[in-house]
Antibody
């Protein structure tokens, strides 16, 4: 069974760094995209960015460019979302999802359970 | 601010039909496939429709999608209480950004 499992909830202070993970299994990791999606409590889904593990082609949505870093480790079929200096406004639920498509992501078919990130002093 | 616009809410009685619209532009819906996602309260989104009108295995045929021009539509017929959720469209955008976007989301309420 194809699975996408995210790391657990995090509580951090402003200015701290953080790297959350998205571990996949039971499919060819390098032939599907991985996308990251932000959701503030009670709000809609926001497309943050995507990465193609096969060649590390990474594309960020303009609001997130320079704010986060998306990466992968193909040796352990895992994708990451990283912040160098968290802000209180980064408090949100973050989802990763498997993306299907060639050169473009046509849809996300398998979603992780979400990682809640809370940033508070 | 999303480039794909949906109505904030729609509602209908059990057994009835609801239609959710998703309005975009030539760079996204006008030239790329649309997908739809259902998010039940407190859960992760789930793929409902892909490539405009295809259903993944296990999605009942009460859910159907279509695309025309720069708009797309999700229809839910035979509405059930378990359909009460948030629904999002999504599409790739072929503009300078070269990425995707989700719609603003629609809350479906079963009266």
């Amino acid at each position: 069974e194809v699975q996408v499992v995210q790391s657990g909830a995090e509580v951090k202070k402003p200015g701290e760094s953080l790297k959350i993970s998205c571990k996949t299994s039971a499919y060819s990791f390098t032939t599907y995209w991985i996308g990251w999606v932000r959701q503030f409590p009670g709000k809609g889904l926001e497309w943050m960015g995507i990465i193609y593990p096969g060649d590390s082609d990474t594309r960020y949505s303009p609001p997130f460019q320079g704010q986060v870093t998306i990466s992968v480790d193909t040796s352990i079929n895992t994708a990451y979302l990283q912040w160098n200096s968290l802000k209180a406004s980064d408090t949100a639920m973050y989802y990763c999802a498997r993306g299907v498509g060639v050169n473009v992501v046509r849809y996300f078919d398998i979603w992780g359970q979400g990682t809640m990130v809370t940033v508070s002093s | 601010q999303s480039v794909l616009t949906q109505p904030p809410s729609v509602s209908a009685a059990p057994g009835q039909k609801v239609t959710i619209s998703c309005s975009g532009s030539p760079s996204n819906i006008g030239n790329n496939y649309v997908s739809w996602y259902q998010q039940l309260p407190g859960t992760a989104p789930k793929l409902l429709i892909y490539d405009d009108n295809k259903r993944p295995s296990g999605i009942p045929d009460r859910f159907s999608g279509s695309r025309s021009g720069t708009s797309a539509t999700l229809d839910i017929t035979g509405l059930q209480t378990g359909d009460e959720a948030d629904y999002y469209c999504a599409a790739w955008d072929s503009s300078l950004y070269l990425g995707g976007a989700f719609g603003t989301g629609t809350k479906v309420t079963v009266l």
